[in-house]
T-cell receptor, first 114, second 113 residues
């Protein structure tokens, strides 16, 4: 158990809909990262938040947005969903600034758009 | 653009045989390097990491990796494969502490009895 919790584990929704994926980082971790894993693109970095502020953006679509709340949990919002958005979405957390370099991953949310 | 290349999307070995999974990165600046393992329907678990302390890095489950700057490689090895090692393995790099991870495409390891 990595200590990173993601909910829900599975999500099936229709095209055009909006969903919210939730991530609770490890206790004490200030950084949260979101990654998308798909068969054609592999594992792609989406966005990084540190202590409530956006730190870096990767290949994140404009239809997607994220935020990190004061209690450090994070949400990834996906809207106007398309079939191609079907993927496994991972959240990871790490301590930034204490010499640690690795990120700890949650179990992922498998999103299926039908 | 910075990238990570894993040679071989699928590697099959016999139980007890040497495991060698290859990873090369593209950068003139040594990055932080990681190997992660993903079991079916699971998240990514860190196997080991290189952060410039030592070129030979030992990880969990008997895996180790050697950083070779001249070859820009970070290959993963295990002397004797076990059935439980069957999984997908990802090499990843980061170019600053706590920065985003850039992943290779993954190598699926099969272990035959």
């Amino acid at each position: 158990d990595s200590g990173v919790t993601q909910t829900p584990k599975h999500l099936i929704t229709a095209t055009g809909q909006r969903v919210t994926l939730r991530c609770s980082p490890r206790s004490g971790d200030l950084s949260v990262y979101w990654y998308q894993q798909s068969l054609d693109q592999g594992l792609q970095f989406l966005i990084h938040y540190y202590n409530g502020e956006e730190r870096a953006k990767g290949n994140i679509l404009e239809r997607f947005s994220a935020q990190q709340f004061p209690d450090l949990h994070s949400e990834l919002n996906l809207s106007s969903l398309e079939l191609g958005d079907s993927a496994l979405y991972f959240c990871a957390s790490s301590v930034l600034g204490r010499g640690e370099t690795e990120a700890f991953f949650g179990q992922g949310t498998r999103l299926t758009v039908v | 653009a910075q990238s990570v290349t894993q040679l071989g999307s699928h590697v099959s070995v016999s139980e007890g045989a040497l495991v060698l999974l290859r990873c090369n990165y593209s950068s003139s600046v040594p990055p932080y390097l990681f190997w992660y393992v993903q079991y079916p329907n699971q998240g990514l678990q860190l196997l080991l990491k290189y952060t410039s302390a030592a070129t030979l890095v030992k990880g969990i489950n008997g895996f180790e990796a050697e950083f070779k700057k001249s070859e820009t490689s970070f290959h993963l090895t295990k002397p004797s494969a076990h059935m439980s090692d069957a999984a997908e393995y990802f090499c990843a790099v980061s170019y600053n502490q706590g920065g985003k991870l850039i992943f290779g495409q993954g190598t699926e390891l099969s272990v035959k009895p």
